[in-house]
């Protein structure tokens, strides 16, 4: 619980510090060394605190352990990414999500998580890997309308002015897409070959419905390849096309978990 709770407040520390750098325009980013010691704490303070999800049999991975697993890898990512390529930007929104997830877990943890043998292990590490390089980019598609709106009306500010182009944002979102997809496509292929009887085990929903992520981004990758599409349709895809995952996996957690329980 201590380990949760010093997740927490390195994680809305850095946030706190990257929002006042960003939305204030005569701040230098001088904390920029203290936000990544901030950040690598709370990443492996949170990390530590993973050992309670591991059993005899498995891994526990419930409704809260699985926001909690998902959400430290998506501040991996993007604390890796902060060394290369210019994303810190989505620290304001990232990072407060982060320490969110951590809350849920401990104002409502895992009773009766369903705990998952080592032998799914390939299937939910790229599922989650998925989910977590797909929600980053969600945040980046917010991140590039916020920019987009600001730009069209003319309405430049501190934090508009610190944020790389648009042509920058919008290659970055796009990889990161091009990424996730083949993570998920593999995690489907996965689940196809480790997973006895998707009716004995209450994965119809989750799978319909990931299926159905799956081919919307499908088309907008090759969408994207073949035709260059851009701009608000795209992102909004991108959005509906999380939300269907979001959906399929936490939504099928939530109903099997805390509902019928």
Not at 6 to 17: E, N
Request: proline share 2%; charged share 10%; hydrophobic share 55%.
């Amino acid at each position: 619980m201590l380990l949760s709770y010093l997740a927490i407040s390195a994680y809305l520390s850095a946030a706190l510090l990257l929002a006042r750098y960003f939305t204030q325009d005569d701040v230098g980013h001088k904390h920029k060394q203290s936000i990544s010691l901030l950040v690598g704490f709370a990443i492996i303070t949170q990390a530590l605190s993973f050992s309670n999800f591991y059993h005899n049999e498995g891994i526990a991975l419930g409704l809260a352990n699985s926001a909690s697993v998902i959400a430290w890898l998506i501040a991996v990512l993007l604390f890796l990414s902060s060394f290369s390529k210019p994303v810190h930007a989505l620290g304001i929104l990232v990072y407060p999500l982060v320490a969110i997830a951590l809350i849920f877990g401990i104002i409502l943890p895992d009773t009766n998580a369903k705990v998952i043998p080592l032998s799914l292990a390939s299937h939910v590490f790229l599922s989650i890997s998925a989910y977590a390089l797909l929600a980053l980019c969600v945040c980046q598609s917010i991140l590039l309308t916020i920019a987009q709106r600001h730009l069209h009306t003319h309405k430049n500010n501190g934090f508009i002015n610190k944020l790389p182009p648009l042509q920058t944002m919008e290659h970055l979102l796009f990889q990161s897409l091009r990424v996730g997809f083949y993570l998920l496509t593999l995690s489907l292929i996965t689940g196809v070959i480790f997973i006895d009887d998707f009716f004995a085990q209450h994965l119809v929903h989750k799978t319909a419905l990931s299926l159905v992520a799956w081919i919307i981004f499908v088309v907008l990758v090759f969408g994207r390849k073949l035709f260059g599409w851009r701009g608000k349709q795209a992102i909004s895809t991108i959005q509906i096309g999380f939300g269907l995952l979001l959906l399929a996996y936490f939504g099928s957690k939530f109903v099997l978990e805390r509902l019928l329980s």
